[in-house]
Structure formats: C-alpha cells, structure tokens
C-alpha cells in the first residue's frame, strides 16, 4: 500500500493567516502517461464527512473557496489556504487514488490561534 | 444534487456481522464505483471497498476475507457487509460516490455516516 505522510499534524495559526499542509508519499502518485498526480484533498469538520476540496492535486471542486489551493507532483504535495477563515477549522487530510487500495494520510488538524 | 443516505445497525456483538445499506438519490448511478469508507473514534479513514453497477467489486486486502460489497441496481441502492466483529470494527462508516468507469477517482460524495459500536 502507498503510505501518505501528512505534516504537521497539527497547527495553530491567527485569522488571515497563510496554512500550508504538506503530503508526502512512499512512491510516485504521478501517472507518467496522462500526467496527473492521483492525489486528492478533504475537509473534514467536527462531526461530518469529509468533503472534496481537490483532486488532480490542484483541481479545485465546485464551490470550494479559491483561498484553497494544491501544489506539487510525484511525492510531495502541499494544501494551502492562502487567508485562513474562521470556518476553515477542521482535520485535512490527503488522500491517494493512484494504486490499490486508496490511502488516506494521517489528518492535520487546524486550529485557530 | 448527488445525495447518499445510508442506515443500518448501530450496536453490535463481538462476532456478529455488520450490515449497512447506502441509496443514491439524483445524478447517474450507473458508469460510478460506489465505496465504504469508516473512521475508528478520533483516527484516520481507511477505505474498505467498492463495487460499480456491473458488480465488479475491489476489496481492501486488510478486510478482504470479512467484507462484501453489493449493489440492487433496481433501487439504485448498496450494501456493505462485515463478518466477525471485533471492538477494532468500532468506527463511523460512509458511503462515498468513487471514480467513473475507473476505480481510480476520488470520493466526491459522502453519506452521512453511521456510528457502529462492537461492544459486548
């Protein structure tokens, strides 16, 4: 199984601030064919399911806040939240869709300092 | 507007066998690979398995001897069971819509969870 590695695991930052959420994984998410990182981002607020922010590493879904963004290729990703916005506390986490069976990484949990 | 609306038991015994069931309300069902997912108190996902409208089904190979998915395409409707419950089964469990006409896409639409607890 690919093994995604998420750090921190968790960070306080102030109202306004730049979040930044690294992934990194045990081998490539990278399809060398299509070029494109099978490697999504999720939200997951107290007591719901978690919801798609990106997918493709940067693709953002409908209707998520252009303050989120995805970045990187391979092994190593990043989620930024480019102004952190009260309701933006929640556990993040990636996930991988590159090879069977589908991994979550571990979550980081945002906080508002 | 893709809605998943799942229910089942909540409490069970050590041994005994989960069974939730997920209905999909609105978009297309079928070309979709429908997954379970769950997330133990205060931890991580882990994906379970998948099938799609054709029956074609993927386990997680950690759960694979205990676990199976079904679908009844008549009511746009699947099912996820779970044999020989431990406490470590004790998790939240979605139903997720997955990749279409590949199982390599992520999940874009969630249930709205069920709490199962293995408790004697």
């Known amino acids: 199984d690919i093994v995604l590695t998420q750090s921190p695991d968790s960070l306080a930052v102030s109202l306004g601030e730049r979040v930044a959420i690294n992934c990194k994984s045990s081998?490539?998410?990278?399809?060398?064919?299509?070029?494109?990182?099978?490697l999504a981002w999720y939200q997951q607020k107290s007591g719901q399911p978690p919801q798609l922010l990106l997918y493709?590493?940067?693709t953002r879904e409908s209707g998520v806040p252009g303050r989120f963004s995805g970045s990187g290729s391979a092994t190593d990703f990043t989620l930024t939240i480019s102004s952190l916005q009260a309701e933006d506390v929640a556990v993040y986490y990636c996930?991988?869709?590159?090879?069977?069976?589908?991994?979550f990484g571990q979550g980081t949990k945002v906080e508002v300092k | 507007q893709v809605q998943l609306q799942q229910w089942g038991a909540g409490l069970l015994k050590p041994s005994e066998t989960l069974s939730l069931t997920c209905a999909v309300y609105g978009g297309s069902f079928s070309g979709y690979y429908w997954s379970w997912i769950r997330q133990p108190p205060g931890k991580g996902l882990e994906w379970i398995g998948e099938i799609n409208n054709r029956r074609s089904t993927n386990y997680n190979p950690s759960l694979k001897s205990r676990v199976t998915v079904s679908v009844d395409t008549s009511t746009n409707q699947f099912s996820l069971r779970l044999t020989s419950l431990t406490a470590a089964d004790t998790a939240v469990y979605y139903c997720a819509r997955g990749g279409r006409y590949t199982t390599r896409g992520p999940n874009e639409y969630w249930g709205q969870g069920t709490l199962v607890t293995v408790s004697s």
């Open positions: 081998q490539t998410v990278l399809d060398s064919s299509t070029y494109n990182n099978y």
């Open positions: 493709w590493a940067s």
């Open positions: 996930q991988q869709y590159y090879s069977a069976p589908p991994t």
